[in-house]
């Protein structure tokens, strides 16, 4: 089975900082996808951003990207000139592209962004 | 328009009681989810329905009985309710299984159980 590890529970930077998320996963696969969640205070799961596991190219959104290291089953997610909306839990997920279609969550980090 | 809407968002019941959960989505999707998250934010798939066919089933007590009756809802009926079942429930839809398809998730119903 699959499992994904957030090991910082918390993080908390200053506005226009730049602040990375880990994650950690296990799996035998060889291709799958990979996700940041956020949920912010009012509760709604946005996407953040999504890696598919053949491309060895970072994924990349605006402020957002993640640096990917598939040996080491790795998955941070680097957010650049962070602003107070930042604030949320983030999440990392992890879908097999093969058997059952879910999303594995990680347990979430809280992200505070500090004025 | 909402795009994965969930009714109603706040329930306070008893232990004991039945109670559903009502999701739609008007994405025409074919895959809709139900998720649990716990009073740790702990994120868990609990159903899966494809075409109104249920292709996962976690480990979840059978008081727990999801209804696809389109491919556009997906109500989750929960029986003689307990103080663990106590979380906020998440309906969210996908076109197809196959491929990084993105989920779109409701604004979560979130239940209490007294």
């Known amino acids: 089975a699959q499992t994904v590890t957030q090991s910082q529970p918390e993080m908390s930077v200053q506005e226009a900082e730049t602040v990375t998320l880990s994650c950690t996963y296990d799996?035998?696969?060889?291709?799958?996808?990979l996700f940041w969640y956020k949920q912010p205070p009012s509760r709604q799961m946005i996407l953040v951003i999504r890696?598919?596991?053949?491309?060895?190219q970072n994924a990349t959104e605006n402020r957002f990207s993640v640096n990917f290291q598939k040996a080491a089953k790795s998955f941070s997610l680097k957010i650049s000139d962070s602003q107070l909306g930042d604030t949320a839990m983030y999440f990392c997920?992890?879908?097999?592209?093969?058997?059952?279609?879910?999303?594995?969550f990680g347990q979430g980090t809280r992200l505070t962004i500090n004025p | 328009d909402t795009a994965v809407s969930q009714t109603p968002k706040y329930l306070v019941t008893q232990m004991g009681n039945d109670k559903s959960i009502k999701c739609e989505q008007n994405?025409?999707?074919?895959?809709m989810y139900w998720y649990k998250q716990d009073s740790k934010k702990f994120l868990k798939i609990m159903f899966s329905?494809?075409?109104?066919?249920?292709?996962i089933n976690e480990t979840v007590p059978n008081r727990f009985s999801p209804k696809s009756p389109d491919k556009a809802h997906l109500n989750l009926h929960i029986n003689s309710l307990e103080l663990g079942d106590s979380a906020v429930y998440f309906c969210?839809?996908?076109?197809?299984?196959?491929?990084?398809?993105?989920?779109?998730f409701g604004a979560g119903s979130r239940l209490t159980v007294l």
């Open positions: 994405l025409g999707h074919d895959t």
């Open positions: 997920a992890f879908k097999r592209i093969q058997g059952a279609q879910k999303l594995v």
């Open positions: 969210a839809s996908s076109l197809g299984t196959a491929g990084a398809n993105v989920l779109t």
């Open positions: 890696q598919e596991a053949y491309k060895q």
């Open positions: 329905y494809n075409n109104k066919e249920l292709i």
């Open positions: 799996t035998s696969e060889s291709n799958y996808y």
